[in-house]
C-alpha cells in the first residue's frame, strides 16, 4: 500500500488521462460533429460515434470502480494505472472492452465489463466496500440521463435525425448496462455490492460462483423469458425518463451489426 511517506510528489500522474483515453474522446466528439453536420457515410458515422461512445463509457465505469476504491484505502489501484482512464491497464480488457463491444454488435445490449481489480483487505470498511461497486453503474446511469436529457427538454430532433439517433442508441446501451450491472448475481457489480453484507458462509459461496457470473448472466440473456423480461423493464424505463424508443430503433438500425 502507498502511504503518505511513500507516495510520489508526481501523484497528479496516476490520474492524467491516458493518451488512448483522449484518443477515443476525439473519435467521439469528431463523430458526432459528423453526424450533427450529416458529412459523409451516416452508418459508417453512428458506429464510430457509439462505439466510442461505448468504450468511453466504459473506461469512465472502470475509473468510477478505481477512484472511489483509491479513496476508500486501495492505494495501489493508482500504480495500476486504473486513474490514468487507459483501458490497457484493466486486468481483463476482454471481458471490460472486447466482449461487451461484441454484445454491442451481435445484439444491442449494453452488456457490464468488469476488469479493475481490488485488494478488499485494504477497503477501510464494508460501506466504502459496497460503494466501490455500485459506483460503476452509476456512472453509466449518469451517463444515461445526460444523453437523455435533450429529449426529455423536447429537442427538436427531426433537425439532426441522425444525431439524434445515434445518441438515443447510445443512451439505450447505457441503460441496458445499467440494469444489467445492478442484477445480483456474483462476479458483476450488483452481486458484488450486497456481498460484503453477507455471512461469512454466503460470501465464501458468492466467491466460489463469482468467475462464472458473467457467463450465467450471457446465458440468462439468451433464456426467451428472462430476455423478454429484461427488455420489457428496459423498454418501461425508457418510457419513464423520456427516451424516445422511435429514436432508439432508427440508431439501431444504422448501427451496423454482426450476423452469427
Not at 511517506?5 to 484518443?23: H, K, N, T
Not at 461487451?100 to 470498511?125: C, E, K, N, Q, T
Not at 458484488?192 to 459461496?205: A, C, D
Amino acid at each position: 500500500m502507498l502511504g503518505s511517506e511513500r507516495r510520489p510528489s508526481g501523484v497528479g500522474a496516476y490520474f492524467r488521462p491516458s493518451p488512448i483515453f483522449l484518443g477515443i474522446t476525439a473519435v467521439l466528439v469528431i463523430s458526432g460533429w459528423l453526424a450533427w453536420r450529416e458529412i459523409g457515410d451516416a452508418r459508417l458515422i453512428v458506429f464510430l460515434f457509439v462505439a466510442a461512445g461505448w468504450v468511453f463509457s466504459l473506461c469512465l465505469h472502470e475509473y468510477a470502480h478505481a477512484v472511489v476504491a483509491f479513496h476508500g484505502g486501495d492505494r495501489m489501484v493508482a500504480e495500476r494505472g486504473y486513474l490514468t482512464l487507459d483501458p490497457t491497464k484493466y486486468t481483463h480488457p476482454v471481458l471490460s472492452f472486447v466482449l461487451p463491444l461484441l454484445f454491442v454488435l451481435i445484439g444491442g445490449i449494453g452488456l457490464p465489463g468488469g476488469a479493475v481489480w481490488v485488494d478488499r483487505h485494504a477497503i477501510r470498511s464494508r460501506g466504502w466496500d459496497s460503494f466501490i461497486s455500485f459506483a460503476g453503474p452509476a456512472t453509466n446511469l449518469l451517463f444515461t440521463f445526460v444523453l437523455v436529457t435533450p429529449f426529455a427538454l423536447g429537442v427538436d430532433s427531426g433537425a439532426h435525425p441522425t444525431f439524434w439517433a445515434a445518441v438515443a442508441f447510445l443512451a439505450f446501451l447505457q441503460l441496458t448496462a445499467t440494469v444489467l450491472n445492478f442484477v445480483p448475481i456474483p462476479g458483476v457489480d450488483g452481486g458484488n455490492l450486497i456481498q460484503p453484507w453477507l455471512s461469512p458462509q454466503w460470501q465464501r459461496g458468492f466467491q466460489h460462483v463469482a468467475p462464472y457470473g458473467m457467463l450465467l448472466l450471457i446465458a440468462l440473456l439468451w433464456a426467451p423469458r428472462f430476455n423478454a423480461l429484461f427488455f420489457g423493464f428496459v423498454f418501461f424505463l425508457c418510457r419513464l425518463i423520456g427516451l424516445p424508443l422511435d429514436h432508439v430503433w432508427y440508431g439501431q438500425q444504422l448501427f451496423p451489426h454482426l450476423s452469427l
